[in-house]
């Protein structure tokens, strides 16, 4: 039995099913796909397993041991042929290096993208989730939607893992499990407790742009079973964000003109706006530490929240909001575009009047309705512009090639927030991906975890790589839940 139907829990299935096993599916949300069918598609496809078990350990930090890396790099590098077997096609390769350095081996790890659909489109979470939906689809697998999974039902003896309690439309369900539970329930990106607790984010405000359905429920459950946890405190932060209020997920802010700048409470800049803050940890800019001590500011937290403000030439130019991957590729990335939550206008003015984005025709106006100090806004636009027209930014040495002045009235502002990609907390595995407990490392019997769920990454994340992780875990999970001897 499989928790959780996104890109993890599909590949379970599909090995159980090819093996000949009786796979189901329990989900929680109404749609299959998790945060796997909105994400953005990057896959790192390792072809050395000996580097890239090497490439693990050191990412690790030392949580990861040497036998896990190990089989989990020999799986990793199946993975392209997992896909071509079962009639993928790979788009080009990128090589792109890691964001932490080769620390001793090389980051050159492909990133492929799937193609699907008729010709060739470059493809994202979307299309590489309903690939694996049809095979598991085709394989007959037993699929149950908005069936949460509530506990796990273990022998208090032998901690034997035995089943499921789940709930179907109100009911409470108890689902056996003949050989084992294979939880693939993603992380605990939009739980704003656990988010408090494990990832103490101080002053950020941060949502996920995934699924609001990974909400750590499994981390609960497996905690009462016994589990070890791990990387609790590792989180992929996103770009910057914008939540609406009433959605549950954030959108990704990337407007289409340069005329963009990111101030704080004071109208002041505090980063360089033409980098992404995504996979390095550079969110920690937001925190502002101070340079020597100063119990004053140390409290204060200025730059959050912070605040984008750009002008009537990038409300002009399209959405502010990501809206397609690159050119002429699908939108299908982040859950509010993905799962058509809501139709952005094309030229802003639908959330202007609704007030998400806000308007003025002075920038003093605009700071005033945000609750941005005026003088600090109007002195930053002034130093700001200067920096375009001399074509280089001395404060935070953004790229000329995106120092566009913010000029043309009137003028807009947005509240941000940090949009998270996922967590990587969860059950500690080993090498077989069982869940290991808590008192002595033993496996918890009959309990597996793949995917996001307790992810192999620790504190330093490669990027593309959460992704692979489904399908190297949920090749791992199929393969030894299988194994496992029938129940009698
Ligand atoms: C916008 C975005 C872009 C991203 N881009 C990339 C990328 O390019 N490359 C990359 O490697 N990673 C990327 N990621 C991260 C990656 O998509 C995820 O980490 C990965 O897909 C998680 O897969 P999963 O199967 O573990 O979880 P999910 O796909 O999230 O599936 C978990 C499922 O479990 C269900 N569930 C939760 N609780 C329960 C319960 N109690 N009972 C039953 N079901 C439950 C959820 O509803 C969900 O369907 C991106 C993520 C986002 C949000």
């Known amino acids: 039995m499989i928790v959780g139907y996104g890109g993890a829990g599909a590949v379970a299935a599909i090995t159980v099913a090819e093996a000949g096993g009786r796979a ?22 390792p072809t050395d397993a000996r580097q890239t078990a090497q490439y693990i350990k050191n990412l690790g930090l030392g949580t990861v041991d040497a036998e896990t890396s190990r089989v989990f790099a020999e799986t990793w590098v199946e993975i392209k042929p997992w896909f071509v077997k079962r009639g993928a096609r790979f788009g080009e390769s990128k090589r792109e290096p890691g964001p932490y350095g080769n620390m001793g081996v090389p980051d050159e790890f492909p990133v492929m993208t799937l193609e699907s659909g008729e010709g060739y489109v470059r493809g994202c979470g979307r299309d590489l989730f309903a690939f694996l939906d ?66 103490n984010p101080a002053p950020a405000r941060m949502y996920t742009s995934g699924t609001p359905y990974n909400t750590g429920d499994g981390i609960k459950m497996v905690m009462a079973a016994g589990a070890d946890l791990w990387h609790m405190d590792t989180i992929e932060w996103g770009t910057q964000g914008f939540k609406p209020d009433g959605m549950a997920a954030a959108y990704w802010l990337q407007p289409k003109g340069q005329g963009w700048i990111d101030v704080n409470r004071y109208g002041r800049r505090f980063r360089d706006e033409s980098t992404s803050p995504r996979h390095a940890k550079s969110h920690l800019e937001i925190f502002d530490f101070p ?38 590729a699908p939108p299908f990335i982040t859950y509010n575009s993905a799962r058509e939550v809501y139709a952005w206008s094309r030229d802003n003015s639908a959330e202007i009047q609704k007030g998400w984005i806000k308007e003025a025709g002075s920038l003093a106006e605009l700071a005033a309705k945000m609750g941005i100090a005026p003088a600090g806004l109007e002195k930053t636009v002034g130093d700001y ?21 913010v000029d043309a009235p009137p003028y807009y502002g947005v509240e941000c927030v940090v949009s998270i990609v996922n967590t990587q907390g969860g059950p500690k595995r080993n090498a077989r991906s069982q869940v290991v407990s808590a008192l002595d490392g033993s496996p918890i019997p009959r309990l597996y975890a793949g995917g996001e769920f307790g992810s192999i990454w620790g504190f330093l994340y490669p990027g593309a790589s959460n992704l692979a992780e489904c399908i190297v875990s949920g090749i791992i999970c199929g393969r030894n839940a299988m194994a496992e001897k029938n129940r009698e």
């Not at 598991?136 to 309690?165: C, F, N, Y």
């Not at 340079?291 to 959050?304: C, Q």
């Open 385 to 405: 512009n200067r920096y375009c027209s001399s074509g280089s930014d001395p404060e935070y040495r953004r790229k000329p090639g995106t120092l566009a002045p």
């Open 134 to 199: 049809g095979i598991v689809k085709k394989l007959g697998v037993e699929i149950m939607l908005r069936t949460p999974a509530k506990r796990l039902v273990q022998d208090p003896v032998t901690k034997e893992i035995l089943g499921v309690i789940a709930e179907s439309h109100g009911t409470s369900l108890a689902v056996r499990a003949k050989k084992a539970v294979v939880m693939t329930c993603g992380g605990f990106e939009a739980n704003p407790d656990m988010l408090a607790t494990y990832i």
């Open 291 to 328: 340079a020597a001590p100063d119990a004053s500011r140390d409290a204060e937290w200025p730059n959050s929240p912070w605040y984008m403000v750009f002008d009537e030439k990038v409300r002009q130019a399209g959405p502010i909001i990501l809206t397609e991957r690159f050119q002429g």
């Open 24 to 45: 189901i599916l329990l989900e929680k949300a109404p749609e299959a796909g998790g945060s796997s069918a909105v994400c953005s598609g990057g896959m790192r496809c």
